[in-house]
């Protein structure tokens, strides 16, 4: 059986470190990160002087107490961090799903908003999986029970819908677990699953604005069993002055125009050999005209932007086979980060596939949460709390590792020269308390 999941947000060990030597230097423009991939939705921050070392005593800017684990990712919009909360699963109230709003500064909770009922587990994951996203003035969220809901800065609630009620029961093996992708004045929702029904795949575009629909498209297939199910998060391309949403799922990499929803191009093999179990959990990667396509580890697909049609050979840039199964890669462009779900971490040229170094060993584990980029190191949590940093770059360095000693399977988040972590116990504010 697949052992999953707190996705998209679906990682290394030990040493009592002190506070980070170096000075405090608060970047002149702190940088948002407004959705679970960050500024760029690829995982990467261009923010300076964040911290390296920490405990859970050390370094501590703020904890502020969880009522349970999620793998739904922190985002932050200036001095407000948004939170997808689960309660925890013994809780006999009615609403057992919350957004929460906290103050980035004082770790304080400002609002909690109700997002529904039926909180339940699905194998690692429960109802809170899906990370919010933030244009700034709004923000919006969607549980794994399908209900999706817009609210303004001060929680006032917007507008709400039930996906399921709309279009019929979700029908994935392990629970529904995809963020919203914002792009514009839209909202973009994937739907794709086929193990525990017989309803088409499909991409909604929404109005942020309202939550009515724009379109829907159905999302064809020929994957079978539990190959249509996807965890993945839908990915912007943006190249030259092209704008695409692409998806992963069902054995194949797609390409959508974001106005109509009309598929651009398609490339095949992400299953090669038909496999009936081979669901996706690691999001695409898209870093200008590159796309980074994982599967269930074996073969990660790497692709040129600008095709049309059958692009399964034409746009084929390079593959690997030992790619992530749940932690998305991370990339600068120059380099592509892999991190498997043992804590195997390789680094690739991003365009050729060039092995630069490969099985390196991190702390030993199960690794979940996706690594991010930023200040001139990789950050890696694993799911017993222990944060790797390695150096980035063609060298392998490990320059410390940070432990919580707390499950974990969100990914991290960073703002204001911070980082945020989620554990089952707490959401941890890491860097100066100045």
């Given at each position: 059986?697949?052992?999953?999941?707190?996705?998209?947000?679906?990682?290394?060990?030990h040493?009592?470190?002190?506070?980070?030597?170096?000075?405090?230097?608060?970047?002149?423009?702190a940088?948002?990160w407004?959705?679970?991939?960050g500024?760029?939705?690829?995982?990467?921050?261009?923010?300076r002087?964040?911290?390296?070392?920490?405990?859970?005593?050390?370094?501590?800017?703020?904890?502020?107490?969880?009522?349970?684990?999620?793998?739904?990712?922190?985002?932050?919009?200036?001095?407000?961090?948004f939170?997808?909360?689960?309660?925890?699963l013994?809780?006999?109230?009615?609403?057992t799903?919350?957004?929460?709003?906290?103050?980035?500064?004082?770790g304080?909770?400002?609002?909690?908003?109700p997002?529904?009922?039926?909180?339940?587990?699905?194998?690692?994951?429960?109802?809170?999986?899906?990370?919010p996203?933030?244009?700034?003035?709004r923000v919006?969220?969607?549980?794994?029970?399908?209900?999706?809901?817009?609210?303004?800065?001060d929680?006032?609630?917007?507008?709400?819908?039930?996906?399921?009620?709309?279009?019929?029961?979700?029908?994935?093996?392990?629970?529904?677990?995809?963020?919203?992708?914002?792009?514009?004045?839209?909202?973009?929702?994937?739907?794709?699953?086929?193990?525990?029904?017989?309803?088409p795949?499909?991409?909604?575009?929404?109005?942020?604005?309202?939550?009515?629909?724009?379109?829907?498209?159905?999302?064809?297939?020929?994957?079978?069993?539990?190959?249509?199910d996807?965890?993945?998060?839908?990915?912007?391309?943006?190249?030259?002055?092209?704008t695409?949403?692409?998806?992963?799922?069902?054995d194949?990499?797609?390409?959508?125009?974001?106005?109509?929803?009309?598929?651009?191009?398609?490339?095949?093999?992400?299953?090669p050999?038909?496999?009936?179990?081979?669901?996706?959990?690691?999001?695409p990667?898209?870093?200008?005209?590159?796309?980074?396509?994982?599967?269930?580890?074996?073969?990660?697909?790497?692709?040129?932007?600008?095709?049309?049609?059958?692009?399964?050979?034409s746009?084929?840039?390079?593959?690997?086979?030992?790619?992530?199964?749940v932690?998305?890669?991370?990339?600068?462009?120059?380099?592509?980060?892999?991190?498997?779900?043992?804590?195997?971490?390789?680094?690739?040229?991003?365009r050729?596939?060039?092995e630069?170094?490969?099985?390196?060993?991190?702390?030993?584990g199960?690794?979940s949460a996706?690594?991010v980029?930023?200040?001139?190191?990789?950050y890696?949590?694993?799911?017993?709390?222990?944060?790797?940093?390695?150096?980035?770059?063609?060298?392998?360095?490990?320059?410390?590792e940070?432990?919580?000693?707390?499950?974990t399977?969100?990914?991290?988040?960073?703002?204001?020269?911070?980082?945020?972590?989620?554990?089952?116990?707490?959401?941890?504010?890491?860097?100066?308390?100045?």
């Amino acid at each position: 059986m697949p052992r999953c999941f707190a996705l998209f947000a679906f990682g290394m060990w030990h040493l009592a470190f002190g506070i980070d030597a170096r000075p405090y230097d608060p970047p002149a423009v702190a940088e948002n990160w407004p959705q679970w991939r960050g500024p760029s939705r690829n995982g990467v921050s261009s923010e300076r002087n964040l911290p390296v070392k920490w405990s859970q005593t050390e370094n501590v800017a703020w904890k502020l107490a969880m009522p349970a684990w999620s793998g739904s990712t922190p985002i932050v919009w200036g001095n407000r961090i948004f939170l997808n909360v689960a309660d925890d699963l013994k809780s006999r109230e009615a609403v057992t799903l919350h957004l929460w709003c906290v103050d980035r500064d004082k770790g304080t909770v400002l609002w909690r908003r109700p997002l529904g009922g039926g909180n339940h587990q699905e194998r690692k994951q429960n109802m809170s999986t899906p990370s919010p996203v933030t244009d700034g003035t709004r923000v919006w969220v969607m549980t794994g029970t399908g209900i999706l809901k817009g609210f303004d800065f001060d929680g006032k609630e917007l507008w709400a819908r039930d996906i399921q009620a709309d279009y019929g029961r979700f029908g994935l093996n392990w629970g529904y677990g995809s963020s919203p992708l914002l792009h514009g004045d839209s909202l973009y929702v994937q739907v794709l699953h086929g193990m525990r029904t017989d309803d088409p795949s499909y991409l909604l575009r929404i109005d942020k604005a309202t939550g009515k629909t724009i379109w829907r498209v159905e999302r064809p297939t020929s994957a079978r069993n539990e190959s249509p199910d996807a965890y993945t998060t839908p990915a912007l391309l943006q190249y030259g002055n092209a704008t695409e949403i692409v998806l992963t799922g069902g054995d194949v990499v797609t390409g959508h125009d974001p106005n109509t929803g009309k598929e651009l191009w398609r490339a095949n093999g992400l299953n090669p050999s038909n496999d009936g179990n081979y669901r996706i959990v690691a999001s695409p990667v898209t870093y200008g005209d590159l796309i980074v396509a994982p599967t269930r580890e074996r073969p990660m697909l790497v692709l040129k932007a600008g095709g049309r049609g059958d692009v399964t050979t034409s746009n084929l840039l390079w593959t690997f086979g030992s790619g992530p199964d749940v932690p998305t890669p991370v990339t600068d462009g120059t380099y592509l980060y892999v991190v498997n779900d043992r804590g195997i971490m390789f680094c690739l040229e991003a365009r050729t596939g060039k092995e630069i170094y490969g099985r390196q060993r991190l702390r030993p584990g199960t690794y979940s949460a996706s690594p991010v980029l930023a200040d001139g190191h990789i950050y890696i949590t694993n799911e017993d709390g222990v944060t790797s940093v390695i150096t980035a770059g063609p060298a392998f360095q490990v320059v410390a590792e940070n432990e919580f000693d707390d499950y974990t399977l969100s990914s991290p988040a960073i703002s204001g020269g911070r980082m945020f972590f989620r554990t089952t116990k707490f959401l941890w504010a890491i860097g100066s308390s100045h």
